[in-house]
């Protein structure tokens, strides 16, 4: 496939659609080796990843699902359904890769550009994936916060998401996108 195809390829795969058979620690490498050629200004490599599969990928599934009763019950607003889907969809994955911005000690750049690095390594892993023939999903919940402390995260860092990766279940039509003409204009 080339460059292009793989982007037209490239699926927001939900996971529903993944199986749940596991993948090869060396396909994850690779995802994570590519994921560091992302761009970024003054090599500060602001992407993190830690990576949860099998008994370690469960045992992350039900402490997260612990936390969000727990807030739950302190009056955090989330619904009990929206808890369920996340840990569903956690302990149903094969892989559970999750997306760290380790903001530059120095403050050399700002944030933003340190956060769009992190998200061109992701893209870089979901390339990659598509190419493998793998789905792949990002999970960005807005209480990814409420984790830190069982991810151990250290000073500097903020957690962004899951990024969910397996073999595809079923194929999940392309929702197309606009016509680029329309969001362009040539001076």
Known sequence: MSISEI????????PRFLTGKGIARETIETLLENASWAPNHKK???WRF???AGDAKQELAQKCETILHEKQAEG???ASEK???FAAN???VPVAIVTILQVDPA???PEWEELAAVSMAVQNMWLTATEMGLGAFWATPGFMNLFDDILGLQEGQKALGFFYVGEILMDYPSPGRGDQTQKVEWK
């Open 7 to 14: 982007i037209k390829n490239r699926r927001a795969t939900p």
């Open 44 to 46: 500060t490599e602001p």
């Open 50 to 52: 830690q990576v949860f």
């Open 76 to 78: 955090y607003e989330i």
């Open 83 to 85: 808890i369920e889907k």
């Open 90 to 92: 956690l302990k149903g």
């Open 107 to 109: 403050h050399r750049l």
